[in-house]
């Protein structure tokens, strides 16, 4: 067990970046009964938490107090004394102005165990996506982690300005966004060189994140003409200039680009994912949901028959998954197809059936139905039994190709995809969009019919392949670009390829 009830997990979540997040945070979130948490927690933080996991917010609310901190210790406390394991997620490391110290003390005066998982602290992390390095052989053998005390709960606490005036390397702020005209003036006047360079860095790993760099003396006017907000992170130090050699972040392929994903959210992590790893502001749009259908009397005889099949044909990375599903609910496993030819349309879904112990037999070169159908032309199967295993609202192209080389075919719907509702912040953040992709021909159907006149006009819409084109056409839109291989990596190398013209 690698969590234990009774016990409070004090857990740094990082600066934003979910891929910032520690193995154990997640190891921890994904065990607990109860998540406390904060505002500035990486989105998706919580995804892999217990379904059954109380989740409470206790961060601030804009035009409302904050919950008093004596009063998130009294839950901690309370909690934890209910025999329940406990995760108290805070932002960055939660000993790094993060008021996780007093959060301890209060739980070791109540008698509370409690661990602490150190987060990647905003300091280092928003610096580095800067490309500043805190220390530098040449620059700054020493850092300091300040506060600029932009915290209105705070009482003030003077800071010693001439002590961090004559501090010999890098000084990073954090809150020290407000303050920041009052604070370079401290410094300045400590004694402090005002031709020093510094910079700061808004919503550091986040999407979206931004830089400016100036000098200490012109900073706070190059922040408030630039409009930067909290969070931001202040750093004043020699080393603030090595981000002119050592900027990366804003340099990779989708850098300012936003891009939507209309796949059904289950099977939208994986393309979300690397379109953000390639720098995009990605708007996760779902326009379908998959409904298993595995209970139904057609599915339980086809499950029943399988042995008699000679041929088992699969068209969806779901479907090989759901005919599994199937099959183990019948107490039955890969081994049931080991007598048939098994085709799949395309590589991913190849590689599912890989996953479940299955090495395809037939994969076409292009992935329409149609090319399966021609793969599958030395396949012995006049007057033998066919398995066509496929969402309920596909089209008949293989099934009747097959049926006319004289098999018998059973059509059976593993899955239904029905219609997502929008989320209307979604929709709001899909109207700057710079591409919609799009997988299929439901999800452009239902997509354009949920959205109507809210369909971001000005994107470029990637499509997967000629299928998915003539129903984007079909619905008055236009294609952009059409991948040259029809499954994701190809989607994803056209829309690189359009993005880099
Ligand atoms: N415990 C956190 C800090 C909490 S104090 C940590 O270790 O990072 C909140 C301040 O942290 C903000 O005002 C800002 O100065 C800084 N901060 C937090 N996340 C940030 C981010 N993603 N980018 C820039 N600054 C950030």
Redesign the pocket.
Known sequence: MSIRPGVVYLV?AG??DPGLMTARSLELIAAADVVYYDR?IPPGALDGARGDAELVYVGKRPGAPAMPQEEIGARLVEAARAGRSVVRL?????????R?GEEGEALRAAGVEFEVVP?????V??SAYAGIPVTHRDDASAVAFV??H??PEKAETALDWDALAAFPGTLV?????KRLGENAAALIGAGRDPEQPAAA??????SG?RTVTATLGTLAAAVEREAIG?????VIGDVAARREGLEWLERRPLHGRTVVVTRARAQASGLAATLRGLGARVVELPAIRIEPRIESAEVRAAVAAVGEYALVCLTSPNGVDLLFEALAAAGRDARALAGATVAAIGPGTARVLARHGIVADVVPERFVAEALVEALAGVAIEGRRVLVARAAEARDVLPDALRERGASVDVVALYETVREAPDQDAVAAAQAADYVTFTSSSTVRNLTEALGDRFPGSARIVSIGPITSATVREAGLEVAVEAERYDVEGLLGALLADAAR
Request: no cysteine.
């Open positions: 740094g600066p934003g500035l805070k932002g960055g490391d939660p000993f790094v102005f993060g996780g987060g990647v602290t905003a300091g992390a928003a506060t600029g932009e915290d702020f954090y809150m020290g966004v860095i808004e919503r550091g790993t986040w994140q909290a969070p931001a992170l202040i």
